[in-house]
């Protein structure tokens, strides 16, 4: 059982817990109203979008840039079934969580099948296509779900009972954190980074490159899809233009600003970057000008994101960093 | 059969700007390896160009398309050059990555300042008259009947086409592009100034997005908002990658398939229209990767 190590698990999901009381006493002091806490739900889902992105671009050296799209296979599966299907409300939590539960993992499970569609054939190439493939694949699930009448097509699908709240996304973004810090630290990790440093010195030490590749990009495409459902639950509406591939670049950004080869840096972009425009909210529309002025200067004067290679020491030990980063 | 005939005369004038945009994405791609995301932006640069410039060209030269296509060419052209210098030269020697995140960035700073109300404005624009739009029928066709505007898209679009084959082919600067394209470490030691041919190619295709942009309005009629440029610059880099990117007769061939393609899937569903180009994509590129006309460069050790 590679995922279940124990250093520094524990010390992770002491840092979230940390700041879901920070939170929650500044909720119960009304220092934060319902608005702020949406968006502190918001930025905990794009936590883990960005950190399960960062798996494939940042760890692997792949380019995806089609993530909202497996985000959508997650949102439509799950809110099918917890609303077109089962019918389920919040009056009856005993009934609705474990609904609720079933709902997203499944959504999460048909994201792994359509990233493993996706994934398996273009993986073997080399170079920009898999970007290109996913981008196109992107568009094509929101295709498919505009012509598809039982998921509200081009109308959008509404009433889905708000399951997702702060403690749901809690729990939620320090289990998926705390999964894929402890993937991307064990040996697959490390195949992983071989595979982004040289691909050829990869497959001459004898890792099968395409499986490993394939597989992260399945098990990256998982946690977009729980996401995904984890959104839809929060919005309580959903529509295909929400998933469209101007989302994915929004997830490009907040990884690459952040710091893609670390998974501090996913964590730290996304943050930054969805509250960044409620900070400037009072500069109205100017904000929407100096938002891209200050990605750009970041890339400019921190090519490597604002985290770098640097890790928290709450994810990974201080003294393993030379070890573990690499180049 | 008539029904048949005028979906692909569609396919056709849609080809024709897509063809317009989808050339500059692809000689950014082959000179520097990265997906110009704000080449889209620049097309609608270009159409808002038309939208502002067509009154004074109008007063100045009497007819208005002439000098409004080529105003809106040099506007169009000089900002790819400022953006290249500014935003892209920086990261030249650094991650490819984090060149392609600066081009997000561009791109909406592109989309967000033209929205301001001191620049383009955020509402729908009516896009002048530049020509004034009538029906010519061809004879012993029973009805079908082609606007001079669709002439005027093919035309024009033919035309610079053409120019560009002739620019990239026959003139010193167009084979060091072409040098540049195939080894930029090589070209570099062979003395071709890289900093000039990447320059150049910031220019051209920005042009002849500028051009796209006027045919764009000229065609539709209407500038919705400054963020037009999405989904049609989405379109023409598909169609480039769909016709091997980084090739140049590969951009032209993508984008009529592309166009044509559209026109007849939108005659069934306007959803499936949209979806089509990407459906198509996938399924030619899972059969040759490196797109219809691309060559497969096989990875050294």
Known sequence: MTFVRTHRTIATVIAFVLVYAVIKVLNLAGILNAYYIQLIMLVGINIVMTVSLGMVNGFTGQFSIGHAGFMAVGAYTSAVITTVWLHTSTTNPWVGYPVFIVAILAGGLLAAAAGYLVGAPSLRLKGDYLAIVTLSANELIRTVIRVTDVLGGPRGLGGIPKFT???????????????????????HGRSMKAIRDSEIAAEATGINTTRQKVFVFVFSAFFAGVSGGVFAHLLQFIHPDNFSFVKSLEYLIYLYVGGATSISGAIVGPAIFTLLPELMRSLQSWRMVIYPLILILTMIFRTEGIMGLKEFSFILIPQRQRKEVSV | MGQFLQ???????????????ALGYTMVYGIVRIINFAHADIFMVGAYMGFFLAPVMAKIFGGAFIPTIIAAMLITGLLGFVMEKLAYRPLRYKSRLSALITALGVS??????????FVFGPNFRKFPDLIVAKNIPIPGSLGLSISNVLLLDVGVSVILM???????????IGKQMRAVAFDKPTASLMGINIDIVISTAFIVGP????????????TYGMLASPFLGIWPGLKAFIAA??????????????????GISEAFATSVNSNLGYGIAFAILIGILLVKPSGLLG??????V
């Open chain 1, 165 to 187: 709240t702060l403690e749901v996304v809690f729990v939620f973004a320090i289990g998926s954190v705390v999964l894929m810090r402890n993937y991307l630290f064990s040996s």
């Open chain 2, 7 to 21: 979906q692909l005369i569609n396919g056709i004038q849609i080809g024709s700007i897509y063809a317009l945009i």
């Open chain 2, 108 to 117: 909406i700073f592109l989309e967000n300042f033209s929205a301001m109300p």
């Open chain 2, 162 to 172: 053409v120019l560009l084959f002739w620019f990239v082919n026959k003139t010193l």
């Open chain 2, 207 to 218: 042009a002849l997005a500028g051009a796209g942009g006027i045919l764009y309005g000229t």
């Open chain 2, 241 to 258: 990658v769909l016709g091997g990117i980084g090739n140049i007769p590969g951009a032209v061939l993508g984008a009529y398939i592309m």
């Open chain 2, 295 to 300: 060559k497969f460069m096989p990875e050294k």
